[in-house]
């Protein structure tokens, strides 16, 4: 009897061992948590390591996951960058942090000047180990070999753009560093709100406008093809100068009573400019600006040296100011 009852207890404690062999607690080999890892990771190692070929005024360039250090040789590229939220580590300044206007100045981080926009300085680019370089085509076209041993560079329109060729090379920014959903939804923001200020302008506005840069050098009047001019134009404001074989044209004061604008807006360069010897000529007190009294001085930073959504915006509503709101 006793026999019997030990065999029947060994059969059960065999039943029961066999049922719990199949739920085993080993911790999974690393090779099955790796291959889970991997499962989990994948969409998003895609994203950031994926390669696309960007078209712009030099060619095409390849570009390799989200550009983090970012050099911008043109002062529109940093407007474009801080519309998306980007901060350059690198920025050809002209050798002056001043010139960085502040509503842009309040969206970046501190930076590495880079020399000037016309001779920007190689050896501290590359110094920067930057993994993207977007370049100007008028300043640069000759250095961009040089630029793209350190790093990709795009090379788009800045210096010679109108407002469009600029909003075209935000587009392809916000694409090379792989915001270009985010870049779009900016855009539309952007034009929303120049329709507001479009809004603000009188149906009857028939005055012609002049934006110049003015200093002691000469008078520099930009066209309705410049980048100021094409700006006030989208909004409804008529450019004295319309036009000609050069966006910014070097006139003198014969030619600016010639064009007899209604409105003057100056972008001042230096204490002493070329206006301050017109101002007792009766030549420039006959122009229709100087007369009634419709002369403005405005920030040249803003006005001529950024070009860029931010400072489109920010442009149009001094302009407003100026003309409905004092």
Known sequence: MKKVYVGFILMISIFVLAACGGQSDEPASADETNQQEETETTGEDQTSSESRVITHEMGETTITGDPKKIVALEFSYVDALASLGISPIGIADDNDENRIIEPIRDKIDDYTSVGTRKQPNLEVISSLEPDLIIADLKRHKDIYPQLEE?????????LAA?????????????????QEEHGAEIL?????????????????????????????????????????GSLLSSIGLTNAIQSGDERYNKIN???????????????????????????DNSLYQDVSAVESDQVYQVDRNMWSRFRGL???????????????KN
């Open 150 to 158: 350190i790093a990709p560079t795009i090379i788009l329109g800045s």
């Open 253 to 279: 004061l014969e030619q600016v009573v010639e064009f007899n604008p209604d409105i003057m807006f100056h972008m001042v360069a230096g204490d002493e400019t070329v206006v301050d010897e017109w101002a």
């Open 162 to 178: 109108d407002y469009q060729g600029i909003l075209d090379g935000f587009e392809v920014i916000a694409q090379a560093v792989n």
């Open 188 to 228: 539309e923001l952007h034009k929303q709100k120049m329709e507001e200020l479009r809004a603000q302008i009188p149906e009857d506005e028939t005055r012609t406008v002049m934006p110049a840069v003015v200093a002691s050098s000469g008078f520099y009047a930009h066209d309705d093809d410049s980048y100021t």
């Open 310 to 324: 931010i400072s489109s915006e920010q442009i149009l509503e001094d302009a407003i100011n100026h003309l409905y």
